[in-house]
């Protein structure tokens, strides 16, 4: 069979699901490529599969010559998930030249049920165990994990301990729920080789305890920032002023926040040049108030900040 896959989201950051679609096929002997229009004009293919995560990437626009379109992913389908049999498939990195990094899930689900957020209709409200380390890492360099919220699995400490013996660098992409962090769990999790831990401060509500539970971990793991990340939800169910206090009170704790804007087409200007001032790196560290923040910025800064800003920050799958 003549397999294509395209990634609607763009090339920037590797599809596990098209990973997986892509080893399957790979390994009966199929013909698995990337989706090109010329080549299905000269010979259709037999399956197209195609995967949107986010909502606000345009749909795929060219004519797609094939007997059969599959299409997944957050923005797609909620319900259409992968066969056991795919699912459970070492992605194929090759598809995107990846060598020295494993992606993947150890767990799915989450019980917070943010209204914002697809997991809970997609994954569940209960933390589950889907993987091994194994399943998705063999000695790679870098682990970088997309599990929605690792802490609240029941089997977390294993789980951790598989990341402990990987020796690898580990990037918790998503989000670690700090609300259920705890002395046992910081020592775990600083037995692993930290490359970025992610947090999220998102509501008003139990922000004492997200404040008081994120200067105990800063204290006890001495990470800096540069490995520390905070995301904050902007435009959803908070006003301005909050959103700055936020800002301001997780860089003097130490923290990077980063900028997460809810219905980002719709955003008003204060809240786009918010963004704009705090996720670019060096100039949040240099421009210390967000009213000194000019948007009109020497080209110099702008093109550090242009190779600085990398594919991997605030992915939502
Ligand atoms: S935003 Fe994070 S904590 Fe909230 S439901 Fe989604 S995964 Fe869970």
């Known amino acids: 069979m003549k397999i294509g896959l395209i990634d609607v989201d763009g090339h920037n950051f590797p599809n596990v699901?098209?990973?997986?679609?892509?080893?399957?096929?790979?390994?009966?002997?199929?013909l698995v490529e990337f989706y090109e229009p010329l080549s299905g004009i000269y010979e259709p293919y037999d399956t197209v599969f195609m995967s949107k995560v986010f909502s606000f990437t345009e749909?795929?626009?060219?004519?797609?010559?094939?007997?059969k379109i599959i299409k997944g992913g957050t923005s797609y389908d909620l319900k259409n998930k992968l066969p056991p049999e795919i699912e459970t498939e070492y992605p194929d990195y090759s598809l995107y030249n990846v060598e020295k990094i494993g992606y993947g899930f150890l767990t799915r689900g989450c019980p917070r049920g943010c209204e914002f957020c697809a997991v809970q209709d997609k994954e569940g409200t209960c933390s589950t165990k889907v993987a091994d380390l194994s399943q998705f890492w063999r000695g790679q360099r870098e682990i970088k994990l997309l599990d929605p919220n690792l802490l609240a699995c029941g089997d977390k400490i294993d789980l951790l301990h598989q990341l402990i013996d990987s020796k690898a660098y580990v990037d918790f992409t998503q989000g670690?729920?700090?609300q259920l962090m705890s002395e046992e769990l910081s020592e775990l999790i600083m037995k692993i080789k930290i490359k970025r831990i992610h947090f999220a401060w998102d509501f008003e509500k139990n922000s004492e305890i997200i404040k008081s539970k994120l200067k105990r971990f800063k204290e006890f793991s001495g990470l800096d920032y540069t490995k520390l990340n905070v995301y904050v939800l902007v435009n959803f169910n908070t006003d301005f002023e909050f959103d700055l206090e936020r800002v301001y009170t997780l860089r003097d704790m130490g923290y990077n926040p980063y900028i997460m804007i809810y219905d980002k087409e719709h955003a008003p200007q204060n809240i786009r040049?918010?963004?704009r001032w705090v996720n670019n790196r060096i100039i949040f560290r240099t421009v210390e108030r967000f009213e000194d923040y000019k948007p009109n910025l020497p080209d110099k800064i702008k093109r550090q900040e242009k190779t600085k800003n990398t594919a991997s920050d605030g992915v939502f799958v």
Do not use: E, N
């Open 176 to 178: 670690l729920d700090v």
């Open 17 to 30: 699901p098209l990973m997986k679609i892509s080893a399957h096929y790979k390994k009966r002997g199929h």
């Open 59 to 67: 749909d795929y626009r060219f004519p797609i010559y094939a007997k």
């Open 273 to 275: 040049r918010l963004q």
